[in-house]
């Protein structure tokens, strides 16, 4: 930001989003594209059967290491008893879900505000459909993960559905899953 | 389980799964593959910016409807300040990885006791890069989500790094995010 927006101009902020502080950022990163790149990441221990806990704190991104977090977030994934787990937490295909309800939802809202576009409320529904065949090794033809995923998103805004669309599709973990990502997935054993 | 195995036999258990109701499983599955057709689901509310909360609680498997979980698992997604968030909760391509590295984790234990492969301990590394020009919209040579994912796994056991890591690869997760999946997206407005 510079001297002059932080004397002379409030930040405008449009769906919570401080829209003076992102197209400083698109401009940025226009001037300089190594801004833009960033890592996340995860650490994951088993704890037994399928129970396990991931923590992620820091992460990679504007030239820098980000430290900001100061403690890091935990989550639980476990399954439920007739998937032979515990239920402590959700399972990996349930946080699937979320993380895609909350990249869509939170990509709409960055860029509805970008266009100027009020939103008042969004609600999500997704149900992704799996074949436990695939997963259990009994059918070369049943694919392992979901083979359907559908979202439903319910939105209070002035705009148009396709519109909306349009801007929801911007989103990461809809590219990840709507498209191919080659995972390497490397194992040490000791 | 049959009467004669609950009679006589008690479960066996490696890696913490109880193997006997797996191959139970296994079996009831093969015998009815509609037994297999498992629905799971999301629900997410937008809260304001980047801040979101998901709940999710019932699904559909084995037939029927499950109502095992008295209470939804609740989760809220954000983003940190320099994404401009408040950092109330991790972001959704870090749910992605964490979704990621608890079904590789999940799918090793449970493939690696269906072989009666004894598992000691598994922690996984997982980095995501992502270039947010494509997010942005400021480039379209530059894909929207992660464009690499590495995933480093070490594992305690006597098998071999190649078989652990053919094991883990039937993760309904790995499958979803390295090929493609079409994801059905319907906005509503009011």
Same mark, same amino acid.
């Given at each position: 930001? /510079? ?7 409030? %930040? &405008?902020? /449009? ?8 197209? @400083?950022?698109?401009? %940025?990163? &226009? ?10 990441? *995860? ?19 504007? !030239? ?6 100061? &403690? ?11 998937? =032979?787990? @515990? ?8 946080? =699937?879900?979320?993380?895609? *309800?909350?990249?869509? $939802? ?5 860029? *509805? ?11 999500? +529904?997704?149900?992704?459909? =799996?074949?436990? !065949? ?8 049943? !694919? ?9 998103? !319910?939105? &209070? +805004?002035?705009?148009? %559905?396709? $519109?909306? /669309? ?13 498209? +191919? =990502?080659?995972?390497?997935? +490397?194992?040490? $054993?000791?």
């Amino acid at each position: 930001m /510079t001297e002059q927006n932080t004397m002379q101009q409030p %930040a &405008k902020c /449009t769906n919570g989003v401080n829209v003076t502080a992102l197209f @400083e950022t698109i401009d %940025a990163v &226009k001037n300089d594209a190594g801004l833009a790149d960033f890592q996340f990441r *995860a650490e994951n221990r088993w704890i037994d059967g399928g129970h396990n806990r991931s923590t992620i704190q820091g992460f990679y991104g504007c !030239r820098q290491e980000n430290q900001s977090r100061s &403690k890091p977030f935990e989550f639980d994934a476990d399954e439920p008893p007739v998937l =032979l787990g @515990e239920d402590t937490g959700a399972n990996p295909v349930e946080y =699937l879900l979320h993380a895609l *309800a909350a990249c869509l $939802t939170t990509t709409l809202v960055y860029h *509805a505000a970008a266009r100027d576009i009020r939103i008042g409320a969004i609600h999500s +529904s997704l149900e992704g459909d =799996l074949d436990l !065949r695939g997963f259990l090794g009994l059918s070369d033809d049943v !694919r392992k993960g979901y083979h359907d995923i559908r979202v439903r998103m !319910r939105v &209070k +805004s002035d705009a148009s %559905a396709a $519109t909306l /669309t349009e801007l929801a599709k911007f989103s990461p973990v809809y590219d990840v899953v709507s498209n +191919s =990502l080659p995972v390497q997935v +490397s194992v040490d $054993t000791y």
